[in-house]
């Protein structure tokens, strides 16, 4: 079946150390996105990327990053830079719209707790 | 500046009941108004998209409305089960380029037998 699949569900983190989260999709949707889940406040947007090799920052990016070498793939790392890195992670995918994004399709999530 | 408002915050109610979800927004220019359900620890799943000729929406048990005068969207959950226990999220999106989705807090919503 299409869809998104994220990994790993549970991770946890010793400060100091860098993590990176697996976001892979088969529904062949140019854009990507990673947003941010904390108790009580909306969705948040990290990184985003509507082509292969090319991302742009979100309201939120500082103390991460990404790489988008293939359409399918757009893995996060959440580095030891990340002051407060204990959240829920979201990775989606759309189609590109002429009036902008298109439905989002949501994987399962990652959470990640630093210890 | 662009918001999303959601209202109650959190909501109970019995099982074979009704409830209504209000979203109030303030985004310019408006594009379309989203309808995600959220349960616990998973992504979340579209429920309706509606855009600004929309009036009304439904999928299945839920009725999505849209008044894009008074820029309120309200969800219509019909004879609520069990399973309709979970945080329901509105998203509007503005009509430009990138991605330009304002998501609000979300209705945590229990069913209870």
């Known amino acids: 079946d299409g869809g998104i699949t994220q990994s790993p569900k549970y991770l946890f983190r010793k400060e100091g150390q860098n993590v990176t989260l697996s976001c892979e999709q088969n529904?062949?949707?140019?854009?990507m996105y990673w947003y941010r889940q904390d108790p009580g406040q909306g969705l948040r947007l990290i990184y985003y990327s509507q082509i292969v090799n090319d991302f742009q920052k979100g309201d939120i990016a500082e103390g991460y990053s990404v790489s988008r070498e293939k359409k399918e793939s757009f893995p996060l790392t959440v580095t030891s830079a990340q002051k407060n890195p204990t959240a829920f992670y979201l990775c989606?995918?759309?189609?590109?719209?002429?009036?902008?994004?298109?439905?989002?399709?949501f994987g399962e999530g990652s959470r990640l707790t630093v210890l | 500046k662009n918001q999303v408002e959601q209202s109650p915050q959190s909501l109970i109610i019995l099982e074979g009941k009704n409830c209504t979800l209000q979203?109030?927004?303030?985004?310019?220019?408006?594009?379309?108004l989203r309808w995600y359900k959220q349960d616990t620890g998973r992504g979340p799943v579209s429920l309706t998209i509606?855009?600004?000729?929309?009036n009304t929406k439904s999928n299945g048990r839920y009725t999505a409305t849209l008044d894009a005068d008074t820029k309120q969207s309200s969800l219509h959950i019909t004879a609520s089960q069990l399973s309709d226990s979970a945080s329901y999220i509105c998203v509007v999106s503005a009509a430009q380029a990138g991605t330009a989705l304002i998501f609000g807090k979300g209705t945590t919503l229990s069913v209870s037998s």
């Open positions: 989606a995918s759309s189609i590109l719209t002429g009036a902008g994004t298109g439905e989002l399709f």
């Open positions: 509606m855009t600004f000729s929309e």
């Open positions: 529904l062949n949707h140019d854009a």
């Open positions: 979203c109030n927004y303030t985004v310019s220019p408006f594009s379309n």
